[in-house]
């Protein structure tokens, strides 16, 4: 099996969001590990795509399926609070705030309920930030590093300076993945990992 990068279009979301669910427990399937499957990407690669088609690209099999993406802001503290005015009220509503944090979801829906800009600590020195995620058969080839290139060369193009991720902190292939590209530790969350790169 061959793949190729290309830009992100429109009806593309449904692939993205079976991608973020298959890889989102620590990199491992997470289907069945919420009430509701749909929230992972609801909150982590949808909004992206919605507010910046332009800084989405995805992998894309020789069969023409998405087996993989990555999805960027070049601007974190404004996208915090688009994500949090105007993205979450109208999806959210589906998922109440908990008021205590008793399951994986409830700590996920409580975080997607305080994102706005500044809640993070990152996007001062780092103001763009990403997420990526490629399905089993694409992994250990060298496509997340090349969509990860892409989407920093889009970054310098447009002047920004620093970008950041973050990943579960038990994610042990992400953790010896992103040094390797030149990402830095940042003083984290528990439980997560950040890293940052000043882009040149």
Same mark, same amino acid.
């Given at each position: ?25 620590a990199?491992?399937d ?29 992998? /894309?099999?020789?069969?023409?399926? +998405?087996?993989g993406?990555?999805? %960027? *802001?070049?601007?974190?503290? $404004?996208?915090?609070?688009? @994500? ?46 990403l997420?990526?995620d490629?399905l089993p ?16 060369? /889009?970054?310098?193009?447009?002047? +920004?300076?620093?970008?950041?991720? %973050? *990943?579960?902190?038990?994610? $042990?292939?992400?953790l010896? @993945? ?15 990992q ?7």
């Open positions: 099996m061959t793949f190729r990068i290309r830009p992100f279009r429109s009806g593309d979301e449904p692939a993205l969001a079976d991608i973020c669910l298959r890889t989102a427990d990199g491992a997470a289907t069945g590990v919420f009430e509701d499957d749909r929230i992972w990407a609801e909150v982590f690669v949808l909004p992206y795509v919605a507010r910046h088609p332009d800084l989405a690209f995805v992998l /894309e099999s020789d069969t023409g399926d +998405v087996v993406y990555v999805v %960027a *802001t070049d601007d974190t503290p $404004a996208f915090e609070d688009w @994500f949090h005015d105007e993205w979450w009220p109208e999806r959210g509503a589906r998922w109440p705030r908990p008021d205590v944090e008793s399951t994986r979801q409830d700590g996920t829906l409580i975080y997607a309920y305080g994102r706005r800009g500044g809640a993070e600590p990152y996007g001062t020195d780092h103001p763009a930030h997420h990526i490629l058969e694409a992994q250990g080839q060298g496509w997340g590093r090349r969509l990860i290139e892409t989407v920093m060369d /889009e970054l310098r193009s447009r002047g +920004v300076g620093g970008l950041h991720l %973050a *990943t579960s902190a038990d994610n $042990a292939r992400a010896a @993945f992103y040094p390797r590209l030149g990402f830095t530790p940042l003083d984290s969350h528990p439980g997560v950040a890293f940052g790169m000043i882009l040149r």
